[in-house]
């Protein structure tokens, strides 16, 4: 069939709108017709050579809609049901089978590769066949391709325009809050950077009845915005040094640390901002591949320290994205508070809005 995709021909350049062929399902393989899909931060750095993704390719990740077509041996969805799409994986390894699939010993060639794992790629355009599968989905376009494993199926009454960013930023954000460090009740938190990732981390916090949590990040709005999510305290980095504003807030220092900034010199100030026996969770993507931060062994030792790297906010999406659904529906989970909608042939001016900090997440929506 025809669709329309958004194509990342080169790096740092705008997306191209294109009208492009994309095949039926195959086993295993489910068509979906695109409502509205999130535009990610991981989105760009693909499109820009930080991920290595061959193109030209057809990116997004965040995408929600309405099953049009199964492939053969689907019975997880069916025509007609509501998606959210996630990330892929193979469902076989030692780590799928334990309940993390995103530590899928495969998860580089199912999302990364941009073709399916035989070679063959789905999307072409009249100059040849396309680069796609980016997440198991390539999901900046009208329809996409997704599979058995990372579609989730949706209670008829989900927002599905504004779903799609619960299957990889939010779910990453809420996941290494309520999954990964598993933040206790009457804790302490702080969130480094109130992005969309940040500001989930807020939520999460609160829907695991945190005492105190701390936003710390440049942009008042945004600071604003996580008082308004839940946050009981935001602070300026600029105002003063890290540690010492939040002990000014908990002379004992926090609990959990979220870090969303990726920059080695917060992480690492940090450090001294955190209670004995604290947890310093790590999703941002540093500018840097080769950045490193410097642990002083002995006092991570003295003060128990426990260090986690996160992906996809230890989630098994078919579980964690129904239950934010719900969290959502009870009032508890309000993650539409930081969306903006573009249409989505308007990519480009969202990508710029974004980048001026206009908007905190941005969702493009089609007609």
């Known amino acids: 069939m025809e669709i329309t995709a ?37 989105d760009l750095v693909a499109r820009d050579g930080l991920i290595p993704i061959p193109k030209p390719t057809v990116l997004g990740h965040e995408g929600s809609g309405t099953v049009l077509e199964v492939g053969e041996g689907v019975s997880k969805v069916a025509p007609g049901d509501k ?49 796609s599968c980016f997440f198991g989905q390539s999901s900046f376009a009208s329809h996409a391709l997704a599979n058995q494993r990372n579609v989730v199926k949706l209670p008829e009454d989900a927002p599905l ?36 990732v940040g500001l989930a981390g807020v939520l999460g916090g609160v829907v695991q009845g945190c005492e105190t949590i701390i936003a710390a990040e440049p942009h008042a709005s945004r600071r604003e915005l996580a008082m308004e999510l839940g946050a009981t305290h935001a602070i ?35 450090l001294a901002a955190m209670a004995p026996h604290a947890s310093l969770g790590l999703v941002g993507v540093p500018a840097d591949p080769a950045a490193s931060i410097n642990l002083n062994l002995i006092q991570a030792m003295s003060i128990g320290l426990k260090l986690y790297g996160i ?22 989970f309000p993650f539409d508070k930081m969306i903006t909608k573009f249409p989505f042939d308007q990519i480009n001016k969202a990508i710029e809005a974004q980048h001026r900090g206009e908007v905190v997440k941005v969702v493009l929506v089609h007609d």
């Open 83 to 131: 998606v959210a799409l996630s990330f892929n994986s193979c469902g076989q390894c030692t780590n799928c089978e334990l309940g993390s699939p995103a530590y899928c010993y495969q998860f580089n060639p199912l999302n990364y590769a941009g073709t399916r794992l035989d070679g063959s790629a789905p999307i072409s355009s009249p100059d040849g066949p396309m680069h």
């Open 236 to 270: 300026d980095p600029a105002a003063g040094e890290l540690s010492a504003q939040v002990r000014a807030i908990l002379p004992t220092g926090v609990q959990y640390v979220f870090d969303t900034s990726g920059i080695p010199s917060v992480i690492t100030a940090s």
């Open 6 to 42: 958004a194509v990342a021909r080169t790096p740092n350049a705008e997306f191209t709108l294109e009208t492009l062929t994309l095949d039926g399902p195959g086993p295993g393989e489910v068509l979906v017709k695109i409502a509205g899909v999130g535009l990610c931060h991981t």
């Open 161 to 196: 325009e504004l779903v799609g960013p619960l299957g990889c930023g939010i779910q990453t954000g809420a996941g290494a809050v309520m999954n990964s460090m598993a933040a206790h009740p009457g804790s302490s938190l702080l969130v480094i950077g109130a992005g969309s």
């Open 311 to 332: 992906i996809e906010g230890d989630a098994v999406p078919d579980e964690f994205i129904p239950r934010l659904v719900q969290l959502h529906r009870d009032g508890r």
